[in-house]
């Protein structure tokens, strides 16, 4: 019985029940009973056909009954034999084999199988004429196949064949629709739907036979779509080999942490990790496989955002490397004369200086000083001066050696060191700068007036007993006092004895110690620029106004371009000068290939004279266009010269790349002399740099319309104090959480007589050009404060945040100042946030230390501006006393919708918190940005969603309003 199977079993078991309760109903008397009928049946048909017998018998019509006689026994199949006796016991008839089959030994008592029935000729005087015997069949059993049987065995023989035949086809059936699922118990059930994974059953075959809750919702299928499912008819996406549920039911061992992926129409594919483990039953037989399935799609894709975030984070901080890397070599020079500074001086050299006196080594000193420098600024003017101190480094740059190092020591003052060098050969060099200086000019400062200058000059080396690199400066600089005491424009050594002027006739005697070809005097090669040996500004516009008077005379037209190249600075920062260098030659050579033999090419250097009138750097190319009479073919030769810088140039196996700006004036439309046309093209092109990189621009009037404007601007500032033009407007700094304001932030606006509203991008920068953004600053200190008064009188406790401009922040008496303006107005200084941008702070470091740490002892909150926009680093920014960081516009813009800018953000807001800092997000225009930042954890939020910058006594209603909408 062990070895049939389920079916058969619940078959055989439910026949046995059936069949045991028809023998417990033939018990009980309660089933038919088919001998009782049958016996009545006979003893009917006896006694019917003894009184039909009688009647005949009287007739004595013999042949009658021997005919119904013979009838009855050929037509009734249970009817043996029949006799018919009379009184005396003969046989008057006889059918059948009646002696064989009646026992005689009955008499004449009757029984199921012999019927005795007398027959009277008066039946009431009961006078007996004979008998009619009957013999029947047995009625006990039934013949089948030969064999008899008896009716109830034949009965139960068959309900039981039948039966177990029906019962195991209809439990098959219901074995296949049965809901499969049921064959799990609820107890079971339920504890599987607690899972935090989808759970599977399977039975051997591959049918699910049960799926919990969590597998449902995961793949958004109903139970009915996945029980009684192969598992493998499930939408997996194409995997190798075997899945993981094979594996296990072949194998007959845990397949454990296997990826696979489940495509569900209309929805991203679900990535599971799965794990598989064989079923087995009490006697340790495989039935099936237990599949467990952890949902790990939004932790891919979270993996996937983090290893993006990483990477853009990684950029970033790449990025934040490289600028820091290009401000540590901007903070090491000086931006007018691109000297190394004072700070670079001791930073870089002091030790140098140090091992040089160890190892008794020749080490020396030049303090360089500009002979009445203060008379040049005095008559022709700071812009004037500063040019001067530009022309003056080149050209002490173009006669020292390649390991000599100049510095700008200050003011008019340069330091230059010179390692290995003795005294002789240090006062050779000396004469040598002292010459070429003498021999420069400055063409047209003011009303073409051209400027000279000359230099007195200090020298000492480490041989007169300088112990340290400041002592060292300090002989040298007491020899150039000296020189400056005795008569200027000379050089003098130092001596430990007194103060000497050096012999030359002495000195030059010993020629050896100076290097081969370090001499250039002034006057040589004059009209050829040094480094890409292309004609200088002087013979550029001689030949431009060559040029003008031949196209007069033969009406044709010429065409000036002047070519800046983009970023060229942070070439020369990041890659050293040598390197700037071949690259300007090189585009020297790729522009002269370019051009026509007609067409002409010089490089505008900050190291010829004359580049001040036109404010042009090193990095920018005048190219003269001769022949071209239309505008179209113009185009197209400047657009070979733009495509001719498009490939890098490769020095060192570094690829550098390049664009440019182009700006382009032409003869007769935009000018009739060369001064005219060279100012357009540097207009244009000044245009052109404001657009964007790499783009051209064409001289127009309007340029000359927005310069005019900013002339104009920059005159009426001048009165804008006087008149009362300025107003300070307030922009509301919010809680993130609350919307409750934090804060304000002091905007300043001019009511412009003539222009109406000035927005500070317009007037600021002109403000700190001309130096009266100090008077300007202390105006708004001073009225922030004042405004900050009235609010406390009337219950508003408001901090104020102020913006400090460079120019303002460079003040020494900058803390003097803000501490009068508070004490005037008798507020606190903890009502006074004062914003700083970083770029403001990374131009000297050290000393923005010291005044944000003067002006956070008394008191004053300070916030870190444009964060993210400048060049500092988290070294840095730790050894600030920074209350506040405010991220830039910029970064906010898109922060819903660009992962990078989202990433940078959020880095950018841990950082600040885990510095102890609150951060403010600037340009806060939409909803998406604020529900961005509040689940970033940003602290405050500024911008037009939440309020614009008003006049103060329409920020009151604002105040009001926000609070009022807070609390409730």
């Known amino acids: 019985m062990r070895k049939l199977f389920p079916a058969m079993c619940v078959s055989l078991g439910l026949i046995m029940a059936v069949i045991s309760v028809i023998l417990l109903s033939d018990l009980l008397g309660l089933m038919p009973d088919r001998a009782t009928a049958v016996i009545d049946g006979r003893k009917k048909l006896a006694e019917t056909l003894a009184i039909q017998y009688s009647l005949a018998a009287r007739r004595q019509d013999y042949d009658s009954i021997e005919y119904s006689m013979r009838m009855q026994v050929e037509r009734n199949g249970e009817l043996l ?15 059948g084999e009646h002696a064989e089959y009646w026992n005689e030994n009955l008499g004449e008592k009757s029984t199921p199988t012999h019927m005795h029935v007398p027959i009277y000729t008066n039946a009431i005087k009961k006078q007996k004429w004979g008998a009619v015997e009957l013999r029947f069949a047995d009625i006990n059993k039934i013949s089948a196949f030969g064999v008899f049987f008896s009716p109830l065995a034949l009965m139960v023989g068959f309900v039981a064949v039948t039966g177990f035949l029906v019962f195991l086809i209809l439990i098959k059936k219901i074995f296949t629709n049965i809901d499969p699922s049921a064959v799990v118990p609820t107890r079971v059930r339920k504890a599987l739907d607690t899972l935090t994974e989808g759970v599977l059953l399977v039975d051997k075959k591959g049918k699910i036979m049960f799926a919990n809750e969590v597998f449902a919702d995961t793949t958004g299928m109903t139970e009915s779509q996945i029980i009684g499912k192969k598992v493998e008819d499930l939408n997996w996406k194409e995997t190798h080999g075997e899945l993981p549920w094979e594996k296990a039911m072949k194998s007959g061992v845990s397949i454990v942490g296997e990826k696979i992926e489940l495509a569900v129409p209309g929805r991203v594919n679900i990535q599971f990790v799965v794990n598989s483990s064989p079923v087995l039953d009490d006697k340790g037989k495989q039935q099936g496989v237990m599949i467990t399935f952890d949902d790990v799609t939004e932790l891919e894709e979270k993996n996937n955002e983090l290893r993006d975030m990483v990477y853009k984070l990684k950029e970033s901080s790449d990025q934040i490397n490289r600028q820091n890397e290009e401000l540590r070599v901007l903070a090491t020079r000086d931006p007018l004369t691109n000297c190394l500074n004072r700070r670079s001086l001791f930073d870089q050299f002091e030790e140098k200086c140090l091992e040089a006196i160890k190892n008794n080594v020749e080490f020396s000193c030049m303090m360089l000083d500009i002979d009445h420098f203060k008379n040049v600024n005095d008559t022709y003017g700071h812009a004037a001066g500063d040019e001067v101190l530009r022309v003056i480094s080149a050209a002490t740059k173009a006669v020292l050696r390649s390991n000599d190092e100049v510095f700008r020591y200050g003011g008019e003052e340069f330091c230059v060191l010179l390692p290995g060098a003795d005294v002789k050969s240090a006062y050779n060099l000396a004469e040598r700068v002292r010459k070429n200086i003498e021999a420069q000019v400055v063409e047209g400062a003011v009303e073409d007036q051209d400027i000279r200058v000359t230099a007195s000059i200090g020298l000492s080396s480490i041989r007169f007993g300088s112990e340290n690199l400041p002592a060292l400066i300090e002989s040298a600089d007491a020899a150039l006092y000296e020189s400056k005491r005795t008569g200027r424009n000379k050089a003098t050594i130092w001596q430990p004895e007194d103060i000497q002027t050096a012999k030359v006739e002495d000195i030059q005697k010993d020629k050896s110690a100076e290097e081969p070809g370090t001499t250039v005097l002034a006057g040589e090669h004059i009209d050829v620029d040094k480094i890409t040996g292309l004609p200088n500004r002087a013979h550029f516009r001689r030949e431009l106004a060559r040029t003008i008077e031949y196209a007069r005379q033969h009406d044709e037209y010429a065409t000036v371009l002047m070519l800046d190249l983009d970023m060229f600075k942070r070439i020369n920062n990041v890659f050293g000068y040598s390197v700037g260098d071949t690259v300007l030659d090189t585009v020297a050579k790729r522009l002269s290939g370019t051009l026509r033999a007609s067409d002409s090419t010089c490089r505008l250097g900050d190291d010829v004279p004359g580049q001040g009138v036109f404010g042009l750097g090193g990095d920018e190319f005048g190219i003269l266009l001769t022949g071209l009479e239309s505008k179209e073919n113009v185009h197209i030769v400047v657009e070979r010269l733009v495509n001719s810088l498009a490939s890098p140039v490769t020095v060192d196996d570094e690829e550098i790349y390049m664009t440019c700006c182009v700006g382009v004036s032409q003869f007769p439309a935009d000018g009739s002399d060369a001064d005219t046309l060279v100012t357009c093209a540097g207009a244009a092109l000044q245009q052109a740099k404001r657009d964007d990189m790499d ?20 005159n009426s500032l001048r009165y804008a104090l006087e008149n009362d033009e300025f107003e300070l407007y307030f922009q509301p700094q919010l809680a993130v959480q609350s919307l409750r304001i934090e804060s304000m932030e002091a905007l300043i606006r001019w009511h412009h007589p003539q222009h109406g509203i000035v927005p500070p991008s317009e007037f600021i920068p002109a403000a700190e050009a001309s130096g009266q953004i100090i008077d300007i600053g202390k105006w708004v200190i001073k009225t922030a404060c004042q405004q900050v008064r009235s609010w406390l009188d009337v ?39 004062l914003e700083i941008t970083e770029s403001m702070v990374m131009e000297d470091v050290d000393r923005s230390l010291e005044i944000m740490q003067t002006l956070s002892r008394f008191g004053y909150r300070i916030s870190i501006d444009d964060f993210g926009t400048g060049y500092s680093s988290l070294e840095y920014l730790k050894r600030f006393p920074v209350d506040f960081l405010k991220i830039d516009r910029a970064f906010i813009k898109d922060i819903d919708t660009d992962p990078g800018d989202a990433a940078i953000v959020s880095a950018a807001i841990n950082m600040a918190h885990s510095m102890g800092l609150q951060v403010v997000a600037e340009g806060v225009e939409t909803e998406e940005q604020l529900l961005f930042l509040r689940n970033l954890h940003c602290d405050m939020i500024q911008g037009f969603l939440l309020g614009v910058p008003l006049p103060a006594k329409d920020a009151i209603a604002l105040i009001d309003e926000k609070q009022w909408k807070a609390q409730a």
């Not at 034999?81 to 059918?95: C, H, T, W």
């Not at 064409?698 to 900013?710: C, N, Q, T």
């Open 695 to 714: 783009s051209v621009q064409y001289f127009h009037d309007d340029f000359v319309s927005v310069a005019r404007s900013g002339y104009e601007i920059e």
């Open 81 to 95: 034999s029949a006799a018919l006796r009379n009184a005396a016991g003969e046989f008057v008839m006889v059918i």
């Open 795 to 833: 219950g508003l406790e408001l901090p104020v945040a102020i913006n400090l401009s460079p120019v303002q922040f460079r003040q020494k008496d900058l803390v003097e100042q803000i501490n009068a303006a508070v004490s005037s107005a008798m507020v606190d200084p903890q009502y006074l946030q």
